[in-house]
């Protein structure tokens, strides 16, 4: 069995390291993109089994990154947890059309759980 790849989009290098060091230390790949404007493309080229999405990213935003991969047949099954350092996280996740979401600062406990609960279904 592969291991699951998991797509990060953050334009924080720093958020990316954290994640990309938490989730392969739980044997997930891990793929990162600083940038939401070519999310499709992204998306085609890694084939992720969940995608994190941060909220304020360059070009176009998370909510509006998201709802585009959303709105795609052949991606929308993938599930996507919303990332915010905003008071209304949860708000903006379900604008967004994501499974899930994530303040931040998060605990790392809590993103584990959050990835390991939504790939148990894919």
């Known amino acids: 069995m ?3 790849t998991i797509l990060v989009f953050d334009d924080d290098i720093n958020i ?3 994640f990309t060091i938490v989730l392969e230390s739980s ?6 993109s600083e940038t939401s ?8 080229e890694v084939n992720p089994d969940m995608i994190i999405m941060d909220n304020w990213i360059p070009n176009i935003g998370g909510v509006k990154a998201t709802q585009i991969l959303k709105g795609e047949p052949d ?5 996507v947890i919303y990332c ?11 604008q967004a ?7 931040k600062p998060f605990d790392l406990d809590e993103l584990e ?7 148990r279904n894919v």
């Open 2 to 4: 592969k291991n699951k």
């Open 16 to 18: 990316l390291d954290v």
């Open 27 to 32: 044997g997930y790949h891990v793929e990162i």
């Open 37 to 44: 404007h070519n999310i499709l493309e992204r998306v085609k």
């Open 75 to 79: 991606f929308k099954h993938i599930p």
């Open 84 to 94: 915010s350092a905003n008071n209304d996280v949860s708000f903006l996740a379900e």
């Open 97 to 103: 059309g994501a499974d899930a979401y994530l303040a």
């Open 113 to 119: 759980n959050k990835v390991a609960e939504l790939l």
